[in-house]
């Protein structure tokens, strides 16, 4: 293991990651300051000061030191409201109107 000042790592943008960095955890949305980074078995890990876990650093994202967890969620909220309006604007487009339908039966032959 490699001491964590020597450690540098790219994030999943391939933006450098250091100790004092603030990263989010694309996963779960969680934001922290890296503390403290280590190496092992060819990966590498970057302590959160929030939750005090180790994350693969191939799955943090570099951020804004004032970033905020709500701020990421409100964001995301924005975005499915955008979605959902998109899905019911393209299912009334696929809905039928007026389907004028011959229900008489005859016989055949």
Avoid: F, Q
Avoid at 20 to 44: H, I, L
Avoid at 60 to 69: F, G, I, K, S, W
Wanted: hydrophobic content about 35%; overall charge negative.
């Amino acid at each position: 293991m490699e001491a964590s000042e020597s450690i540098t790592a790219n994030d999943l943008y391939g933006k450098p990651i250091t100790v004092g960095a603030t990263v989010k955890y694309v996963s779960t949305r969680t934001v922290g300051k890296v503390v403290e980074m280590k190496r092992e078995n060819d990966k590498t890990w970057a302590l959160l000061d929030k939750t005090r876990l180790y994350y693969d650093t191939r799955y943090l994202e570099v951020t804004a030191a004032d970033a905020t967890e709500e701020e990421d969620e409100t964001a995301a909220r924005v975005d499915m409201e955008e979605v959902e309006k998109k899905i019911r604007s393209m299912e009334d487009a696929l809905k039928v109107k007026d389907i004028n339908m011959d229900t008489s039966c005859e016989g055949g032959g």
